[in-house]
């Protein structure tokens, strides 16, 4: 059996373009003589649909278009597997399941609706979907028994920490009916380190069952979410057979028959290089961008590491010709941090704009002078900078129809180091969910080839230059003992005590765990945020802002 792998990047809510794409790669797949046509999981909606599926409309117009579509497909079709949601013929429990059709002849012959519904992290599929109560049905393609399984029931085996304690085994469902070849349909979002863990997990239930996996992953950038495709095929020895290319759409065709014959693709253990993670957030700005359709970023360029970095970003993305940048020195702004703003947007052949705010600052303080009173420089004075280069980016935004992109970085954003309505606003977070080391990183691997952002900023010690000699140090940790205790905190989920007790210093690991706590008001109202961690601030990361947790704090 010849299977087309048709790695799509779909957009939510636009049905007939969803599956004008996979019109045409059924035409591509059926040149390549393929048998069976496979999609990711919720194609034709795009994923996740969130609450429009709570809109018997979206529902009802996903269903008629993808039957309209079937009637149309041309003669001789191979048969087809897509996802899509299903209205239940039941009356107790969720009115839908999150299914993948089967399209024989013209028709959808038989759904396969998912066992397994995630509600952990960034998922939250329980909320609309019903799960399959009864024993799978198996696909017949040919004369080959197909196992349907999507996304999540694969992911049985996974730590429980994680938020899966799953009774069923879908997997082995598929496999004690019959099936002589398993496929997954998935809509499996991109984290740094997932792709090996997906290998190994493929592999090892492959393995085990003694049956080749086709597992087709969608791609591209929804919301917060990245989705990097990377689909794979694995014989029934655990041995990958085929790889399909990261962030990219892809179409392609593997014998199921002669899968010995391919050769084996070598995994290595090896972290990610920071090329992946840019290649995924270009790939988040670029699809945002598309699909809410803008085309032009607006960035403030302060001469620092983070706009630095996010304005070659979103020139990988959109292109030089659509990135405009402000430059909004104060008096407290160095001459090198102005010059490297100016040799960046060189550097990047974007157009700089150089907007001076003294006057703004000025006027600002005599008018709030007679409300604040004549007290000593301090936080106020230099929040106003800040959201005075808001106004600025904000306006620019009105006028011309650019998106602000923000530029604060998650060490700075998970304690509170950032401006609301200053540095936060904007409509799209690059780097929200980058560390600043992270950050640094990602600004030499741009650099690779060559100098794009200016050596300068990079050497420099960090500031948000709205203070005399203003440096980060004095008012945090250096990052290097910041970073790693944030990570333990907010991606381990560590308590206080459990950092102090792997040797980070307890008054800094109490304070730095309370500002995180005291910040989220503010991160609440951040822009979304692009998520390459396995913990993101955004849907993934749910807590209470007025609340008084206290106990851990007992060294108070």
């Not at 099936?179 to 863990?197: E, W």
């Not at 304005?311 to 020195?329: I, K, N, T």
Request: one cysteine or more; charged letters at 25%; proline letters at 6%.
């Amino acid at each position: 059996m010849k299977i087309a792998l048709a790695q799509i990047n779909t957009t939510i809510g636009h049905i007939s373009k969803n599956l004008e794409k996979m019109d045409r790669s059924v035409r591509h797949a059926m040149e390549q003589s393929a048998d069976l046509v496979v999609f990711p999981e919720l194609a034709v909606t795009g994923y996740p649909p969130m609450d429009l599926l709570d809109r018997p409309e979206f529902v009802r117009a996903a269903w008629d278009v993808l039957n309209q579509w079937v009637s149309e497909l041309p003669s001789k079709h191979p048969d087809i597997l897509i996802g899509a949601p299903v209205t239940r013929p039941a009356e107790r429990g969720r009115g839908l399941w999150n299914a993948a059709v089967c399209v024989q002849d013209h028709q959808i012959t038989t759904i396969h609706p998912k066992t397994l519904l995630p509600t952990y992290d960034v998922f939250d599929e329980d909320r609309w979907f019903e799960p399959l109560h009864r024993s799978p049905e198996i696909a017949e393609v040919g004369d080959v028994q197909v196992g349907v399984t999507i996304c999540e029931d694969i992911w049985l085996d996974e730590p429980a920490e994680e938020g899966r304690r799953y009774r069923q085994d879908p997997v082995n469902a598929v496999v004690v009916a019959g099936a002589q070849v398993i496929i997954n349909l998935s809509a499996s979002p991109y984290t740094v380190g997932k792709h090996q863990t997906r290998v190994d997990l493929l592999r090892e239930l492959a393995a085990r069952h003694q049956r080749p996996i086709v597992y087709l992953n969608a791609v591209g950038g929804n919301d917060e979410l990245i989705f990097d495709g990377r689909s794979l095929v694995v014989d029934a020895n655990g041995h990958v057979r085929i790889e399909a290319p990261a962030f990219e759409e892809a179409l392609i065709t593997v014998d199921l028959d002669h899968l010995e014959s391919l050769p084996i693709i070598q995994q290595t253990e090896e972290p990610e290089p920071h090329d992946v993670v840019i290649d995924a957030l270009t790939l988040g700005i670029r699809d945002y961008f598309a699909k809410v359709g803008l085309r032009h970023a607006v960035i403030g360029l302060s001469g620092g590491i983070d706009s630095a970095v996010t304005a070659a970003l979103a020139v990988r993305a959109l292109g030089a010709e659509h990135v405009v940048g402000l430059a909004m020195p104060s008096e407290f702004s160095s001459q090198h941090s102005v010059d490297d703003a100016v040799t960046l947007a060189n550097n990047l052949g974007i157009t700089c704009h150089k907007v001076p705010i003294q006057k703004i600052l000025y006027a600002l303080r005599d008018t709030l002078g007679p409300l604040l009173g004549d007290k000593p420089w301090g936080v106020t004075d230099e929040n106003l900078q800040a959201r005075i280069r808001g106004q600025l980016l904000m306006a620019w935004s009105n006028r011309h129809g650019h998106l602000v992109l923000s530029t604060g970085n998650k060490s700075e954003i998970a304690v509170g180091y950032c401006t609301l309505y200053g540095d936060m606003c904007g409509g799209l977070s690059v780097l929200s969910d980058l560390p600043k080391i992270s950050v640094y990183q990602i600004a030499n691997a741009l650099n690779a080839s060559e100098e794009l952002i200016p050596q300068s900023t990079i050497d420099k010690p960090p500031s948000a230059e709205l203070r005399p000699d203003q440096r980060d140090d004095q008012s945090l940790p250096d990052y290097a003992v910041l970073d790693p205790i944030l990570e333990l905190y907010i991606e381990q989920r560590m308590e206080p005590t459990e950092i102090i007790e792997k040797g980070h210093p307890a008054d800094i690991v109490w304070r730095i765990t309370q500002l995180v706590d005291r910040a989220e008001y503010k991160r609440r109202q951040m822009p979304v945020g692009l998520r390459v961690t396995g913990k993101a601030f955004g849907s993934g990361r749910r807590m209470p802002i007025a609340q008084q947790w206290t106990e851990y704090r007992t060294e108070n």
